[in-house]
């Protein structure tokens, strides 16, 4: 049983680590509503909603135009590839 709770528990701080390194954290912010702002992680999933369906990928540096903040997460248009409106998690800006 041990072994078990500590597999699950290393499992969860490799996963951590990789979310984390996905994006240069040291340089993250919050959208500004009104600002397109630059994407600064790796890979920024576009969502239909708060955790909804996945719509596409923004990847650094393409931009974002936050219309609306709503928690840790915020909606606006995504250009670059996606040029679409959607949700995305919010801290993830230069």
């Not at 072994?3 to 990789?18: E, K, M, Y």
């Not at 590839?81 to 800006?93: A, E, K, L, S, T």
């Amino acid at each position: 049983m041990n072994r078990i709770t500590r597999t699950t528990a290393l499992a969860a701080v490799v996963l951590a680590g990789a979310t984390t390194l996905t994006a240069t954290s040291a340089e993250a912010a919050n959208g500004r509503v009104g600002v397109r702002e630059t994407v600064c992680a790796q890979d920024l999933e576009l969502r239909t909603e708060p955790l909804g369906a996945r719509m596409g990928t923004l990847h650094h540096p393409e931009t974002f135009l936050v219309e609306r903040v709503s928690g840790t997460w915020v909606y606006g248009f995504a250009y670059g590839d996606i040029n679409h409106r959607g949700w995305v998690q919010d801290g993830w800006f230069c």
